[in-house]
């Protein structure tokens, strides 16, 4: 054997990206027949995973666009009062719809007046319907506390 021969050696991080290439392509492939796979990627848009482990495992899976995200902000708690005119009306957006709490221009939009605000987000697919409801509570110097109040799947129909 020649000492100038280079030795062909597997390149252990290259295996491990190829790997998870692999699986997250085997995710985006099984997201549309699989229900638990559609679910769970709804609740990580949602920030609503059981466990921050399992929200970190699914990073690498890009955003989706195809999810019918929505959200409404509201002034007061749903159903306190019935407005005569209703205003608020569900807006669209792509994915992650929690940016709308998270986010500096929406959050500082949103929350700087210092009140409360009850936030609803939907996100729709392939007949599953995740909604959360989020309450922002302000607590002082520009900051707010992130009250959820419920995060469940429903029907399609319950999406406005």
């Not at 985006?28 to 679910?39: E, Q, T, V, Y």
Request: proline share 9%; aromatic share 12%.
């Amino acid at each position: 054997m020649d000492s100038n021969e280079p030795h062909s050696r597997r390149d252990p991080l290259f295996v491990l990206i190829l790997l998870g290439v692999g699986v997250v392509s085997v995710w985006l492939l099984l997201m549309p027949f699989s229900p638990a796979i559609a679910r769970a990627t709804m609740k990580r848009f949602h920030l609503s995973t059981d466990s921050f482990a399992w929200w970190a495992v699914q990073a690498p899976v890009p955003a989706m666009y195809n999810f019918g995200n929505r959200y409404e902000i509201r002034d007061l708690p749903e159903g306190l009062i019935t407005p005569v005119i209703d205003a608020s009306r569900p807006r669209y957006i792509n994915h992650f719809p929690t940016r709308v709490l998270t986010f500096a221009n929406g959050r500082y939009s949103l929350l700087h007046p210092g009140q409360d605000r009850w936030v609803t987000l939907w996100s729709s697919y392939r007949g599953q319907t995740l909604i959360t409801k989020i309450h922002a509570k302000p607590i002082g110097e520009g900051r707010f506390k992130w009250i959820r109040e419920s995060s469940t799947f429903s029907s399609p129909e319950e999406m406005p």
